[in-house]
Nanobody
């Protein structure tokens, strides 16, 4: 069973930046839309961002819009999430996953059960 493997997490001060990466393991990254998600302690997993199979058609949650940038490199089969101006509320485990059916981010792109190949996640802690 394939999964994504996330990396790049760590401890960062408020206002700082981090870049997360995500690679496919056990399957070939192809034309499906891919999303970033996060889960804070005691909270449900929530969608952060989505990018279509051609690298276009991005989506962002209101909480990260203007601060986070999603991108994909189909040459290296890697997904990235550039996170700027990080806030304590961004503290969470971050995951990537692939839309199970479509190449573009759906209208309901934030519904987590539409995605597959979940990885173990990478922890982001924003604290001074």
């Amino acid at each position: 069973q394939g999964q994504f493997v996330e990396s790049g997490g760590g401890l960062v001060q408020p206002g700082g930046s981090l870049t997360l990466s995500c690679e496919a393991s056990g399957f070939t990254l192809d034309w499906h839309a891919i999303g970033w998600f996060r889960q804070a302690p005691g909270k449900e997993r929530e969608a952060v961002s989505c990018v279509g199979g051609d690298g276009g058609g991005t989506r962002y949650s209101d909480s990260v819009k203007g601060r986070f940038t999603i991108s994909r490199d189909d040459t290296t089969k890697t997904l990235h999430l550039q996170m700027n101006n990080l806030k304590p509320d961004d503290t969470a485990v971050y995951y990537c996953a692939q839309d199970s059916m479509f190449p573009n981010c759906r209208v309901n792109w934030a519904v987590t059960h539409l995605y597959e190949f979940w990885g173990p996640g990478t922890q982001i802690t924003v604290s001074s």
